[in-house]
């Protein structure tokens, strides 16, 4: 007599779940958790490249040591990269939530639109956003298009005029300066905004314009709480995004060391500045929590 096959079509179903995951968790093991394991390890040690291959001798925390004693730029590189997530950072998020609030209207050409501004994600990577990142004041000088234009506006001429603190002219100066280079990373964060715009029932506006809300509180008391959860993502996503970035100073300094071989600094430089990013990102999770608290109550 055949004994009966034990679980049935449900059982069959998990073991061909377990056979399709299984290639994707071993890939993980090899090409992520093991690297990562042994960049920790690097970061303690001594690495040398000798005939049968990388060579680690462990020195505890001399790598760590010397990044704070031994390199001069390293803390001024890791200040360099606070400040400027400080600026980037509200701007990319306030830039992003008003232009999905716009590119989600009804319009003709907004799918153009929408197309155009998702365009320097496709780019970023490549050779044009490097060359537009490259071009230099002179060069834009010397085409004839900017001269005129500095003289007619300045920024500088504008924030004396309206008598601003120190701080806050030098936050503004240098946030109009960049804002070009800011609207260029803030393809991802756009699109994701429509699509939680977009999941928001439409019965929620319809209630609020039946008791008489603004559209600006129908934005504040309907679209923002309903965002609450795409909010959080788009700022984990565009943290992370700001503090790895390849222009960041500390990513640079890191990338000359592990390129020139000295790959136990290098490490190093990159953990303590993962560190950093962590304490960012829960005191991101922290607003977030008090936020929604608010929005909630």
């Not at 490249?49 to 704070?68: C, D």
């Not at 806050?168 to 964060?189: D, E, F, H, P, R």
């Not at 000359?256 to 962590?278: C, D, H, I, K, P």
């Amino acid at each position: 007599m055949k004994r009966k096959k034990q679980g049935g079509i449900e059982a069959l179903k998990s073991r061909y779940g377990v056979y399709f995951v299984l290639p994707w968790c071993i890939g993980l093991v090899i090409f992520f958790v093991i690297p990562l394991l042994q960049s920790i390890y690097d970061s303690f040690a001594d690495v040398s490249i000798q005939a049968e291959g990388l060579q680690a001798t462990f020195v505890g925390l001399e790598n760590y040591r010397y990044i704070f004693t031994g390199d001069a730029k390293y803390t001024q590189n890791i200040g360099e990269a606070l400040s400027s997530f400080a600026y980037s950072f509200p701007l990319i998020i306030v830039l992003s939530l008003v232009l999905a609030v716009v590119l989600n209207g009804r319009f003709h050409g907004r799918t153009f639109y929408r197309s155009l501004y998702f365009t320097p994600v496709i780019i970023a990577s490549g050779s044009v956003i490097t060359l537009l990142l490259t071009i230099s004041t002179t060069d834009v000088d010397s085409m004839g298009g900017s001269g005129s234009l500095a003289q007619v506006i300045r920024v500088d001429d504008v924030l004396d005029m309206l008598g601003l603190p120190t701080a806050i002219s030098t936050y503004l100066n240098i946030a109009v300066s960049s804002i070009m280079n800011l609207l260029w990373k803030c393809g991802i964060q756009i699109v994701l905004f429509i699509a939680g715009m977009q999941s928001v029932p439409e019965l929620y506006y319809e209630v609020a314009r039946v008791e008489g809300a603004t559209t600006w509180e129908t934005f504040w008391f309907v679209t923002v709480p309903s965002l609450l959860r795409v909010l959080l993502l788009v700022a984990v996503f565009t943290a992370i995004e700001l503090m790895t970035d390849a222009g960041n100073a500390v990513m640079r300094g890191a990338y000359t060391f592990l390129e020139s071989q000295r790959y136990g600094v290098g490490n190093a430089m990159l953990w303590f500045y993962f560190v950093v990013v962590s304490l960012i990102l829960g005191v991101v999770l922290l607003l977030f929590s008090a936020a929604s608290r608010r929005w909630s109550e």
